[in-house]
């Protein structure tokens, strides 16, 4: 399968445990995208990497979670000390951006978080 | 990025039409429409994009108005596995997608 690829699928934690999610892009894209989608809601906006260089955060993006996207390839988002609130599917995208295209997302198929 | 408005729920009967309409009257010259889906539990799937001119592929259809302010997305043949949450964005330059509370498609035989 090469789309884009998220572990763990699932994921149930302690509030105050700290997590970590990661994602496989596809290959060749160079722009890799974080989104999380709450019950009943579409996926909202948290940060997007170009490459290795993570060039915007949503405020939805508090000081403890931490993206990184080392070698622009695959990329962790981390959450400390996790809050019941951060209960959430964590969905990851990524895309190619050319002249050619309009650069549209594949997403992967979300990782489930469940803070107790 | 303009904001879209989308009834919450539709119904449509197997094998017939559905039409999936969006308003964005906001929306300015340069910003595409997209149209992705979600079955349930599973990441958004990208469906048509457009910009000024009516698209078809394999999957849909979209007509946008003439002044741009609203679209529709049509599936022409809905089957039962086309029951999902449907999202219409307004997208300007490369850099994200937002998106609303969507359309519950849902198709019954």
């Known amino acids: 399968d090469t789309g884009v690829s998220q572990d763990p699928r699932h994921k149930i934690t302690k509030r105050g445990q700290n997590v970590t999610f990661r994602c496989d892009p596809i290959?060749?894209?160079?722009?890799l995208y974080w989104y999380r989608q709450t019950l009943g809601q579409g996926p909202e906006f948290l940060t997007y990497?170009?490459?290795?260089?993570?060039?915007?955060k949503s405020r939805l993006l508090s000081d403890r979670f931490s993206a990184e996207r080392p070698k622009g390839s695959f990329s962790t988002l981390e959450i400390q000390r996790t809050e019941q609130g951060d209960s959430a599917m964590y969905l990851c995208?990524?895309?190619?951006?050319?002249?050619?295209?309009?650069?549209?997302?594949?997403f992967g198929e979300g990782s489930r978080l469940t803070v107790l | 990025d303009a904001k879209t408005t989308q009834p919450t729920s539709m119904d449509c009967a197997e094998g017939r039409a559905a039409n999936l309409p969006c308003n964005h009257s906001?929306?300015?010259?340069?910003?595409?429409v997209y149209w992705y889906r979600q079955i349930h539990s599973q990441g958004p799937q990208y469906i048509i994009h457009?910009?000024?001119n009516n698209e078809t592929n394999e999957m849909a259809s979209l007509i946008i108005t003439e002044d741009r302010k609203s679209s529709t997305l049509i599936l022409p043949h809905a089957t039962l596995r086309d029951t999902a949450v449907y999202y219409c964005?307004?997208?300007?330059?490369?850099?994200?997608?937002?998106f609303g509370s969507g359309t519950k498609l849902n198709v019954k035989p």
């Open positions: 290959s060749e894209h160079n722009r």
């Open positions: 906001t929306i300015s010259g340069n910003e595409y």
């Open positions: 457009g910009l000024k």
């Open positions: 990497f170009q490459n290795e260089a993570q060039l915007e």
């Open positions: 995208a990524s895309s190619q951006v050319r002249v050619t295209n309009t650069g549209e997302l594949f």
């Open positions: 964005i307004v997208r300007y330059n490369f850099n994200k997608f937002y």
